[in-house]
């Protein structure tokens, strides 16, 4: 076997082995299928909008009876999350924020309700194809275009 044989099966096997790597890395993540929407501003500000659509409408604000609190889980946290209460429905909506200094992103992750087993339903996974547009348009309106119209 010349170096040529020899070389070609080492290289294959570099290529696979780096492209599984760098696979694993650009994964979606925790929130895969989360329904994101991206915000020419802040993070920062961003979360500061999310919050004064919250305090300005108290049908959002979650009950004391629920322990579900807004922010980061600690400090390594990449995601600052919002609880979201819909009182029509008695649902929580799950959401989160992360970003930059110029453009952040929000994203809808999921619905709770005590009828779902004891457990988080995420969006578009979860839902079937009519629920999963239903619960986007609410999140629009309920919290993404008042944000929007803060921001702007």
């Not at 919250?54 to 979650?62: A, M, P, R, V, Y």
Request: charged share 30%; net charge positive.
């Amino acid at each position: 076997m010349n170096n040529k044989n020899k070389i070609l099966p080492l290289v294959i096997g570099l290529s696979i082995c780096l492209l599984t790597f760098k696979a694993c890395n650009l994964a979606p993540g925790s929130y895969p299928n989360a329904e994101r929407y991206e915000i020419e501003t802040s993070e920062e500000a961003l979360i500061e909008a999310v919050h004064a659509v919250k305090s300005s409408n108290s049908e959002l604000t979650i009950p004391n009876n629920i322990p579900l609190i807004d922010g980061r889980k600690d400090s390594l946290d990449h995601w600052y999350h919002f609880y979201i209460y819909n009182r029509e429905r008695n649902q929580v909506m799950k959401a989160w924020v992360r970003g930059g200094k110029s453009k952040s992103k929000i994203a809808f992750v999921g619905v709770y309700d005590s009828s779902f087993e004891k457990r988080w339903k995420y969006i578009n996974q979860d839902f079937d194809r009519e629920s999963n547009k239903e619960y986007k348009k609410l999140f629009e309106e309920k919290i993404l275009n008042p944000v929007k119209k803060i921001i702007e």
